[in-house]
Nanobody, 115 residues
């Protein structure tokens, strides 16, 4: 059974930085894509950033230039470096992984940015 475990969330002031990590366990497959989504209170879950096994990345317009997604394929781990954080980045951040028709989610980690 695949499990995705996130870490690195917390409370930070506007303009600060956080780094999220997500480690996949329970499988040795190389996920086609891994990434991050977020959900703010009262809003739908939205894509933040994804990265394929080949290193191709995709970002939401709202985080381009501030967030960087990366992955360690050997250890099935994906990271999200978040710089210049804004109060509107406050949300629960979820790790996501795809393997062909299978989709996996982490339990989420809270990121709160104070103004």
């Amino acid at each position: 059974q695949v499990q995705l475990v996130e870490s690195g969330g917390g409370l930070v002031q506007a303009g600060g930085s956080l780094r999220l990590s997500c480690a996949a366990s329970g499988s040795r497959v190389s996920f086609n894509a891994m990434g991050w989504y977020r959900q703010a209170p009262g809003k739908q879950r939205e894509l933040v950033a994804t990265i394929t096994s080949g290193g191709n990345t995709n970002y939401a317009d709202s985080v381009k230039g501030r967030f960087t997604v990366s992955r360690d394929n050997a250890n099935n781990t994906v990271y999200l470096q978040m710089n210049s954080l804004k109060p509107e980045d406050t949300a629960v951040y979820y790790c996501n992984a795809h393997y062909y028709s299978y989709t996996y989610w982490g339990q989420g980690t809270q990121v709160t940015v104070s103004s």
